[in-house]
């Protein structure tokens, strides 16, 4: 008795010092019920594994207990009954992220958006030869840009969405926005305070443009969202806001950031407007969002009733919400004190609906110039430590955190951003991202709460996300670890019946130390890029490596033929092709330069034929299809004349982007895709040659104005304006017999091509205009 009254004590007094220690913040965690956690575990499980009966022989224990100071923890080892698994987990994410874990590293399988390789047999389930512990390193997995939204998840529909939620858990991430279907809520509360539906009409993008609205920078672009636009997102957010909190991962929801309808300033004359930036030259009719001052009362009832109408329809307080004022838009007032007023007022709404509000903030805003010290610590200054978490956003590359103090006190998540539009060209640096987190942690100690990815698009460079996520259990590896991962990666990629040739393998370590070593940015293909003379495109690695790593998994085709690796086959192929571009571009900016007709001429000719077989290999492979993007649009096209209206959404933005092919976002979400590559990139190359060779016989200089006209009439109007062709969502050829001919057409001509590393880009360039 007296014994156990001690124990009882001691263990008191072991709680009592941990909760000190951990710093005395309480973040809200998700709520959940262990049995509809586990449920929602295994029915992930089913779904990956294509419904085997070996999915049934995963043993699911979700115990909160298990995790360690407020960190996920997951075990795996042999279940109860023979050939059973067991996983006992801390939360679902961190059952799933088990799986996954069992997956890669007990079952040398993998899953990935591009598809999967599943090497688990129907019946039996490979046991655990010695009992594995893993303890994450920091508190969150975050994932998404608002960006992501808009150039991946735009059109998709709920199958899809569960796929990419299992994706999620699956890595461990624990935290995501939530914000499909906001235009839903905000159409009805704008309604509400007067504005009629004209007025809204004139104020909702396109939904392909939705994440540019969402942060005040752009309204009206390709708009108006239709009534059965809004039905179907609200429906869908349900869908996933339920899927997410099934399995223990953490909805982060939009609150209000001021931005109103153009009509707002005159319908409320007495609240306090500001306008945002003409953003990147679109114009005031695009853009140039009036926006309610966060100080005024006025935000404060507008802000509460939209969140509450939120929290109500949605029926979930995650206690997460969303954020960002001031994105790539200056602020109207330097004062510090106003400064510090802004975000005490936008907390406000948020604590006024929900007590333990936690403000999930981008921290993109900071690389404007305007941002000083001081003014980012006052800026920070008025919102409760432990209420606030900023999202590093570019941590691999131009990391905050330590340009203002790891936030003054606040909390953050190292995030790899990596790719902006979704661009799909070959590129990355898995050194800075094994060790960017840990240098954090470093720099910040328990300020650092987690690690994240920040990607504006999906569906590229699969390795690096992969590889990012992993950060978040492991430590920093070395050149050594690194070959051994890439191996690894290999192995759970490919591997299945015949083995792995040693070439892939090698191939794969080349392109780790080439392509994905310090390749940060990459650079935009010229392939891609508005014709025009004397292009530049910088190169930060040795070409050589990536012709080598081509020659290598061009003769590993001879013996493996999976799935993964065809994508791969056909994703580096088109790499190689476009290096190839490039070198004969330049060929034909030469001989244009010594007047040299014939030169231009047959340098053209070159070109055509590398156009055609890009698109030729492109088109072979499904992940790389024009039609797909077009098909999940027209999903939501409801009418005839809709299905012109999705059209031209999803084409614009992966073209011209904007309201004129003078703006700079054009081209910015280009994609390597079967169907750009013949409709759209080719047709302007096409253009182009007829100018220079007509400059070139009349003896007069290229008028750059008038080449830019005919670019946008004869090419650019015509794929995203008026072409509604159908373009194919099935494959045509076999990708290993076309790569197989195009590696013998070009590789010999790769002997005589000299490639220097050059890199241009001194300092990261923004993309968009601050004022
Ligand atoms: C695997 O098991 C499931 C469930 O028992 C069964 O429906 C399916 O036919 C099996 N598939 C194969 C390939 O044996
Ligand atoms: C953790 O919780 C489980 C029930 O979920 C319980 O059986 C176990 O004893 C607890 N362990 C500790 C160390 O408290
Ligand atoms: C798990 O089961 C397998 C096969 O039954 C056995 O060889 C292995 O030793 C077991 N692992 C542990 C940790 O007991
Ligand atoms: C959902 O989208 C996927 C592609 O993302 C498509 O294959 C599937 O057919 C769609 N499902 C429905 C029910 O439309
Ligand atoms: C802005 O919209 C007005 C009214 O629709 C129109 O007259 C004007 O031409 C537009 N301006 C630009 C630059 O497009
Ligand atoms: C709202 O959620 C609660 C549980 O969180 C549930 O019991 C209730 O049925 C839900 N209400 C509606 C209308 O879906
Ligand atoms: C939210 O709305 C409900 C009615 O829909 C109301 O009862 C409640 O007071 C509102 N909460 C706040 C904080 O305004
Ligand atoms: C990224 O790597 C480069 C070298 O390639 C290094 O100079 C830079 O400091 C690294 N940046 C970060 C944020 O780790
Ligand atoms: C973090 O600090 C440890 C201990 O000082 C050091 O050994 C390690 O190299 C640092 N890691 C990084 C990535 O900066
Ligand atoms: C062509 O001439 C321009 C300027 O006259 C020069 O910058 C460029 O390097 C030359 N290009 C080639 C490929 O010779
Ligand atoms: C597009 O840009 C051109 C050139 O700057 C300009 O002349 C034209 O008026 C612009 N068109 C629109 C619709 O803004």
Known sequence: MIRSLLLCFVGLLALHQSNAIANDIIWPKPIVSPASTSKAVSDLISRVLDDALSASFFQISIKANLSVNGKDVFELSNGSTPGSILISASTGVAAAWAFNYYLKYIADSSFYWSGKNIRISNRTLFPISKPIRIVANDLYRWYGNPCTFSYSAVFWNFSRWEKEIDWMAMNGINLVYATTGMEYIYNKVFLRMGFPQSELDDYFTGPAFLAWFRMGNLQKHAGPLSNSWHQSQFQL?????????????????????????????????????????????????????????????????????????????????????????????????????????????????????????????????????????DRVKSYLSKVPIGHLILLDLFSEAIPQYSRFESFYG???????????????????????????????????????????????????????????????????????????????????????????????????????????????????????????????????????????????????????????????????????????????????????????????????????????????????????????????????????????????????????????????????ANKFWSGMIQNYYAQRWYVFFDVVIQSLIQGHPIDSNLLGERLFLEAELPFFMLDIKNYPTNTQGDSIMIVHQLFNKYHLSFNDIYFKEKSTRKTFSFKYHFD
């Open 237 to 373: 957010a349900k869908q996933i806001i339920q899927r997410m909190t099934d399995i223990g991962m953490i909805p982060v929801l939009p609150t209000f950031t001021g931005f109103m309808p153009r009509t707002a300033p005159s319908r409320f004359p007495s609240a306090k407007f500001y306008y945002s930036s003409d953003w990147v030259g679109f114009g005031c009719n695009e853009s140039c969002l009036p926006y309610l001052d966060p100080t005024d009362p006025f935000f404060q009832k507008v802000g509460v009733e939209l969140l509450n109408e939120t929290i109500t329809l949605l029926n979930l307080t995650s206690h997460y919400y969303a954020c960002d004022l001031f994105n790539e838009m200056t602020p109207p007032i330097s004062d510090l004190e106003y400064l510090a007023d802004v975000n005490a007022g936008i907390i406000q709404v948020m604590q006024t609906v929900d007590p333990n509000a936690i403000w999930v903030m981008q921290a993109w805003l900071f690389l404007s110039n305007f941002w000083t010290a």
């Open 410 to 668: 606040h909390y953050y998540i190292w995030n790899m951003l990596h790719d902006f539009g979704g661009n799909n060209f070959l590129f990355g640096s898995l050194v800075n991202v094994t060790n960017g987190p840990q240098a954090a942690r470093n720099f910040s100690g328990d300020h650092m709460i987690g690690v994240g990815i920040t990607m504006e698009g999906i569906n590229q460079n699969e390795i690096m996300y992969e590889f990012a996520l992993e950060q978040s259990w492991r430590s920093p590896l070395n050149e050594i670890e690194l070959n051994d991962w890439l191996v690894g990666f290999v192995m759970r990629r490919y591997i299945g019946d015949p083995q792995v040739p040693s070439s892939a393998l090698y191939a794969w370590q080349l392109l780790g130390n080439s392509v994905y070593q310090k390749n940060l940015y990459g650079d935009r293909s010229i392939m891609l890029s508005r014709p025009g003379l004397y292009r530049e495109q910088d190169i930060n690695f040795d070409i050589k490596s990536l012709l080598l790593a081509w020659e290598l998994l061009v003769d590993a085709s001879n013996e493996i033929d999976s799935d993964l690796f065809r994508y791969d086959l056909v994703d580096i192929t088109k790499e190689v092709l476009q290096y190839k571009f490039l070198s004969v571009y330049t060929q034909f900016m030469s001989a244009y330069n010594q007047s040299d007709l014939y030169g231009v001429s047959t340098q053209a000719a070159i070109l055509v034929d590398i156009l055609s077989d890009t698109e030729l290999v492109l088109a072979s492979d499904r992940r790389f299809l024009l039609g797909n993007w077009i098909r999940d649009a027209l999903q939501f096209a409801k009418t005839e004349e809709s299905i012109h209206f999705y059209n031209f959404n999803a084409k614009l933005q992966v073209s011209i982007w904007g309201n004129n092919y003078t703006l700079d976002l054009y081209d910015y």
